[in-house]
């Protein structure tokens, strides 16, 4: 049984332990949600039905044309993981073929070019035009317009287990955009996980009215290719984030194939032991 075919109270259960299970050096304190998330679920209800309104056309048009180009369904559904680690069901526009993890079970996508995406999903992908149908799921509560990126909870256990903290973002609703996202590349490997996690969580004790409006200006620039360095600064958003000293990246910007579970932990054993390595070389 995968983690996606839990029960939500064996799932909750799961993630309670991970925190147990670790020594007293390794467990993160909570974070301090901003005071904006009180009023915040409503605002974005109702933006969110203002928004999906006018949406409604063009994603009627683009599930045409997916289906029209490849074989499946126009609109994917996937199981991720909500506020307080509440189940869900997340909907997309389909990009890829539908058994693109047929061979490889969970994974995320490589840098650079993905052979499971299809041409159409491609530039669906580009554009950011496969998040409309999440507006779906900001109606109807299961996610915000600006939070951090709902995780798969096949990934969720994983993450949680290997990296001190990450359950923090969980506090609050996941969002289709957000301060990691405009910042940083898509998620390759553990430390890649670490700095967007940095990032989700000054998000969570600094949200305001004023950041959430200006990263939804920065993602409605992304969706007509304007976007970069230049942007952000200009809407005062760009963030630099630095790990720890003596975390060595093994895999990185260098994935170049789909990174599964496996990749994952291979990653983080790889990265304990040349983090060691580097200890006794400097202890020499």
């Known amino acids: 049984m995968t983690t996606a075919d839990m029960t939500q109270s064996q799932f909750m259960t799961a993630l309670a332990s991970i925190d147990t299970d670790r020594g007293e050096d390794q ?72 058994d693109a993890e047929l061979s490889s079970g969970p994974a995320w996508s490589p840098i650079g070019v993905d052979p499971r995406v299809t041409r159409i999903g491609h530039w669906l992908r580009r554009l950011h035009l496969d998040e409309l149908p999440q507006l779906f799921n900001v109606v109807r509560g299961e996610m915000s317009l600006v939070g951090p990126r709902p995780e798969r909870p096949e990934f969720i256990h994983v993450l949680a287990e290997q990296i001190p903290g990450y359950l923090n973002r969980l506090s609050v609703a996941p969002g289709i955009t957000g301060l990691a996202q405009i910042n940083l590349p898509p998620d390759t490997d553990l430390d890649s996980v670490r700095r967007k996690l940095i990032l989700d969580c000054d998000y969570i004790r600094a949200a305001t009215f004023w950041l959430d409006l200006r990263l939804l200006i920065c993602t409605a620039l992304r969706i007509v290719w304007i976007k970069g360095p230049p942007v952000t600064r200009v809407l005062g958003l760009e963030r630099e984030v630095f790990l720890a000293a003596g975390r060595v990246k093994t895999v990185g910007d260098a994935a170049t194939m789909p990174v599964s579970l496996q990749s994952l932990r291979r990653d983080e054993l790889a990265s304990l032991e040349n983090a060691s390595n580097l200890e006794e070389q400097i202890a020499d």
């Open 27 to 98: 467990v993160q304190d909570a974070i301090v949600e901003s005071g904006f998330f009180g009023p915040k679920a409503a605002l974005d209800r109702i933006l969110g039905l203002m928004l999906l309104i006018p949406a409604l056309p063009i994603i009627a048009l683009l599930i045409l044309a997916v289906r029209l180009s490849s074989r499946g369904a126009g609109v994917f559904q996937q199981i991720r993981v909500g506020k307080g680690g509440r189940i869900f069901t997340m909907y997309k526009l389909r990009t890829m073929r539908v």
